[in-house]
């Protein structure tokens, strides 16, 4: 069996690992059949799927392949596989917009688009920061990785200012959304997001060779034939921008960006054009699962998706570091 | 008949910030040269390496690639022409050996999400001329360096390049790696090849190029074949050492042997 082979087979593997996960999230408790009813059902668990289930689904699969591809694109561009989607400081200004957003009590203006937009905002405003600085050296991967990790600290202490300042009742669900929360999103976000988040996305699938070679190196590179500030800054740029729809959807959510590309280049192999599509697939996956088990783990009460990732995804992390040892 | 050089570098100065790297050189390379860049560290051979291979600009002055300045041609154009191997080429991840090479044909593929039949033919072709076809599908990280080397010399033919410029290629190599390197650039120069490598050993510079510049302070000192460059007083004088010239018996080429301090007081007494 050959390499080609054999990646067809895995890939195959992850799509109906993704399936089931969908399955599961949709299914749970009530078994599929009453999906298949439900669909078309105008009361009862047809509501909740489609007002409810089918939405956040949808959230999740978006969110988690974003995350993947993201975690993919940095981690060749910066030649680390520990890079995150957040690195270039995504985190600390989206935190930094909601929180604000949540002082100013602009949900009684903006209503449920507060904190997505404000969130997308500080991410943008982060990147945007990172991006003028970077400008001078090139946008040399250190640098910006540098600037990132400096422009998410000074954001993160501006948060705990504002919070000093929000009354507790605000602060909960400010907090919630921190740590990465699926449950919150109104559904009507979910037509604008698809194409929003599918676009950068596709993009970025197209440039699996390009990132193979980015990864030996800006100057190597660059004698390969890939000019890398023109792609350095428009890959940053793709990939900031879906990180920072994922954190407006969802919150910070850790480790579905580091950890899925780590297990997939270790089955697949390092080539990024398939990794790129494998880590999508994957990423949906991962994140399906874990809200899944958000939900249902201490039934009724619901967790932050973000602690389940962190806390399966450090483990599943630890593991295999522990193992190579 | 003259035919145009390959290269042809017009007074060319690079300062790094208030550093003067590189302070007005002029030199031709001809098609089918096996030059060796020699001098002491610091003396500015990577940045001249650097500026051939157009990964930076020089200050003033301006270099002729076949007939054409250099800065004119666009990123794949360039690769298409020339392959450069600079110090340390590594990746952090375990790309197979058959993929790095694919990734050398980059500039002559089409821009397509996968690489096509023809330049899969290509790798294939440059990975049994290279004897490492054995290696195809291994990972990078569990091959010996001597072997790697050889993995990033055949990316750089894949390139199919008219010109291969070299950053101490065997700096890290046993001499077993070093001789077989040298013996594999020396096949492609008989091809055809244009071949200008950086080299600290003077010995395989003196045996397998056919042309040495010597370079100080960031000037060439010396120009010419290794029996003219390779003198003791170039030599003493560059890199401050004292040595001893024989010549080799097999090659007929100068051999050059660092003399200890030691050896120097004993003499004086």
Not at chain 1, 108 to 117: D, S
Not at chain 1, 163 to 177: E, H, I, V
Not at chain 2, 81 to 100: G, H, K, M, R
Request: net charge neutral; charged share 15%.
């Amino acid at each position: 069996m050959n390499r080609k082979q054999k990646n067809i087979i895995i890939l195959a593997v992850i799509v109906c690992l993704l399936i089931i996960s969908i399955a599961l999230s949709l299914a749970y408790g009530k078994g599929i059949g009453m999906v298949f009813g439900g669909l078309f059902a105008d009361e009862g668990f047809g509501l909740i799927l489609r007002k409810i289930r089918i939405p956040r689904t949808i959230i999740a699969f978006l969110v988690g392949g974003s995350l993947g591809v993201c975690g993919v694109t940095l981690q060749s561009i910066l030649r680390n596989p520990l890079a995150e989607p957040y690195t270039l400081g995504i985190a600390g200004g989206a935190s930094f917009g909601v929180a604000l957003s949540t002082l100013i009590s602009l949900q009684n203006v903006l209503g449920v688009f507060a904190h997505p937009l404000f969130g997308f905002g500080g991410a943008m405003l982060s990147v945007a920061i990172v991006f003028a600085l970077s400008k001078k050296r090139f946008f040399d991967p250190n640098s910006m990785v540098l600037f990132g990790i400096v422009v998410s600290l000074v954001f993160s202490s501006f948060v705990f200012f504002l919070f000093s300042l929000l009354d507790p009742d605000k602060m909960q669900t400010t907090l919630m959304w921190l740590m990465g929360d699926l449950s919150s999103l109104d559904i009507s976000f979910v037509p604008i997001y698809i194409p929003m988040f599918l676009v950068p996305t596709v993009i970025l699938f197209f440039f699996g060779k390009e990132l193979d070679i980015l990864s030996l190196g800006r100057e190597k590179a660059q004698y390969l034939g890939v000019s890398p500030p023109r792609f350095y800054k428009g890959l940053f740029l793709l990939s900031s921008i879906l990180a920072g729809l994922c954190v407006s959807a969802a919150g910070i959510i850790g480790f579905v960006g580091l950890i899925v590309p780590h297990i997939l280049r270790n089955i697949l192999g390092a080539g990024h054009t398939v990794l790129l599509i494998a880590s999508y697939i994957g990423g949906a996956f991962f994140l399906i699962l874990s809200d899944v088990f958000s939900r249902y783990l201490i039934y009724p009460v619901e967790l932050p998706v973000g602690v389940v990732t962190g806390i399966l995804g450090g483990f599943i992390l630890l593991f295999l570091l522990i193992r190579r040892q | 008949m003259m035919e145009n050089p390959l290269f042809s570098v017009k007074n060319i100065s690079f300062r790094y910030d208030h550093h003067t790297a590189i302070d007005n050189i002029t030199f031709t390379v001809n098609h089918g040269e096996f030059i060796g860049i020699i001098g002491p560290n610091g003396a500015g051979k990577s940045t001249i390496i650097r500026l051939l291979a157009g990964f930076m600009k020089p200050n003033e002055g301006f270099i002729v690639f076949s007939g054409r300045n250099l800065q004119e041609y666009e990123r794949r154009e360039l690769a298409k022409n020339i392959a450069t191997l600079p110090q340390a080429t590594d990746t952090p991840f375990s790309f197979t050996v058959e993929e790095l090479i694919l990734m050398g044909r980059y500039p002559h593929a089409q821009k397509s999400f996968r690489y096509e039949k023809k330049e899969e033919e290509f790798a294939r072709y440059v990975m049994e001329t290279m004897e490492i076809s054995h290696l195809h599908g291994r990972g990078i990280d569990t091959l010996s360096e001597g072997e790697r080397q050889k993995v990033y010399l055949s990316q750089c033919l894949a390139q199919d390049p008219k010109a291969l410029l070299l950053d101490e290629p065997v700096s890290h190599l046993d001499i077993r790696h070093q001789i077989q390197t040298f013996d594999v650039l020396e096949k492609l120069h008989n091809e055809g090849m244009t071949i200008i490598v950086v080299l600290h050993d003077l010995n395989i510079a003196s045996e397998f190029c056919s042309r040495l510049i010597l370079v100080s302070n960031g000037r060439i000192h010396a120009d010419g074949n290794p029996k003219s460059v390779l003198t003791f007083q170039n030599i003493e004088k560059v890199y401050d050492t004292v040595v001893i010239v024989k010549e080799n018996p097999l090659s007929g080429k100068p051999f050059v042997v660092p003399v200890s301090k030691k050896y120097l007081e004993k003499k004086s007494e």
